[in-house]
Structure formats: structure tokens, C-alpha cells
């Protein structure tokens, strides 16, 4: 029974997602603060969270901050954050913390518990063909062992970004469109947001890339979308 986190800190909106999200089958843990949610991930209980539902707007320490710490304490973690207003600003702000996807509330139960799904199956080991890890210019991509390093140092990367890093390395120079990695790597058929790409290709390069301005991995093809090289 995958197990839950959800930070928010209405109670009435806390209590109805607690008791759709336990109707379909999942533990759930709650917290109304940023930094309740924090000490729990901390404590005993904290090794049995398998994805935090974060709302943006919480009283003290705010939803980004929170995401922020929580991606400095684990790189696996799926998190899909909550925004009130659907804010550009805010959603952008949210996916560069660290966020793997977001919904906009007021959210329907099917549209929930359908992130959540496509999130934790992003978290389950690629199904991917694999192969050999390969060298590409001092980055390592072990298929079989799913991990990445460079020149010798690991680099850990969140289920949705190395999944994103998984996709557009299966074939080098092949490119992918925004949709289409929408839908390869987001599991999104539908309401896809092109800034859930942009944000984790940033956050891919800012970890990748010597120079993320001048990315030699992860290249834009403009007007098209994204390729893995050619180096």
C-alpha cells in the first residue's frame, strides 16, 4: 500500500484529500506545516513515505522552501506540489525547487490519484531497455544499475529527471519533442505542461552540464525540443 505524505494546511481541504487518498488504497501520513512535515520525514516514520503532496501557500516556512529541503535531504522523493491560483510564476518557481509535477487546486479525485500514480511509477525501476552504462564524454549512464556519474562522482538524480536523462540517451541525436516526453516520461495523455519539461531539463543541466548555458548533454533544438547530443 504505497504511503503518502500530504503537507497542506487547511484542514478541511487536508481531511478530504486525506480520506479520497485512503479510499484509494493509500496510507496516508498529514502535516499542516512545512516544518511538521520536515521533522516527520526526519523521524521513524519518515522511511515509509513513498511521495509528498506539498501545498505552496503554508503559514511559516512556504512550499517552495520546503521542497527545497526536502530535495537537499533525498533525491528520490517524488513531490507534486499543490498551487491555489495556478500562478505561472508560482508553478515555475515550484518545479525549479525540485517539484516533479503539480496540480492546481481546486483538484477532482481522479485527477489526483492519477499524478500520483504516474509519479510512483516514474519512482519504480525503468522499464526501459537497458544496456551497458556508456561513456559520453565523461558522463556515465549505467542502464542496468540506474545511476549516473561523472568523471568517477555520482550524481543523484530524482526518478523523474533520471527517467528524463533515460529517455533522451536511448538514442543519441534523436529528437524528442515536449509531448512527447510529456508523455514517455510524465505518463501525461492529457492536461501535458510544456514547463514540466523545461524545468527538468533545467534542473538535469545545472547538475550535468560544466557550463548550463552552453549545455554539450542535454541540447535544445529549437522550435523541436530536446536531444542527448551528438557531443
Known amino acids: 500500500m504505497p504511503h503518502v505524505l500530504l503537507i497542506e494546511d487547511d484542514a478541511s481541504v487536508r481531511d478530504g484529500m486525506e480520506l479520497v487518498l485512503r479510499r484509494h488504497g493509500y496510507d496516508v501520513d498529514t502535516a499542516a506545516t512545512g516544518e511538521e512535515a520536515l521533522a516527520l520525514l526526519d523521524g521513524p516514520a519518515g522511511g515509509r513515505v513513498e511521495l509528498a503532496v506539498l501545498d505552496l501557500m503554508l503559514p511559516g516556512m512556504d512550499g517552495f522552501e520546503v521542497c527545497r529541503r526536502i530535495r537537499a535531504r533525498t533525491a528520490v522523493l517524488p513531490v507534486i506540489m499543490l498551487t491555489a491560483r495556478g ?3 508560482d508553478i515555475v518557481t515550484g518545479l525549479e525547487a525540485g ?3 503539480y496540480v492546481v487546486k481546486p483538484v477532482t479525485a481522479p485527477v489526483l490519484e492519477a499524478r500520483i500514480r504516474a509519479a510512483l511509477r516514474r519512482a519504480e525501476p525503468s522499464g526501459q531497455a537497458r544496456s ?6 565523461g558522463l556515465v549512464i549505467d542502464r542496468d544499475g540506474l545511476t549516473v556519474t561523472k568523471q568517477g562522482v555520482t550524481i543523484p538524480l530524482p526518478p523523474t529527471e533520471l527517467r528524463l536523462l533515460l529517455e533522451l540517451s536511448a538514442a543519441p541525436g534523436r529528437v524528442l519533442s515536449r509531448e512527447q516526453l510529456l508523455e514517455s516520461v510524465w ?3 492529457f492536461l501535458g505542461d510544456s ?3 523545461d524545468a527538468a531539463v533545467g534542473r538535469l543541466r545545472a547538475k550535468l552540464e560544466d557550463v548550463p548555458a552552453r549545455p554539450r548533454y542535454v541540447q535544445t533544438v529549437r522550435g523541436f525540443g ?3 547530443g551528438p557531443l
Not at 551497458?132 to 564524454?137: I, L, Q
Open 99 to 101: 517539484a516533479d509535477d
Open 187 to 189: 505518463d501525461h495523455t
Open 132 to 137: 551497458a552504462g556508456a561513456d559520453r564524454a
Open 226 to 228: 530536446y536531444r542527448f
Open 87 to 89: 500562478d505561472d510564476h
Open 195 to 197: 514547463r514540466l519539461v
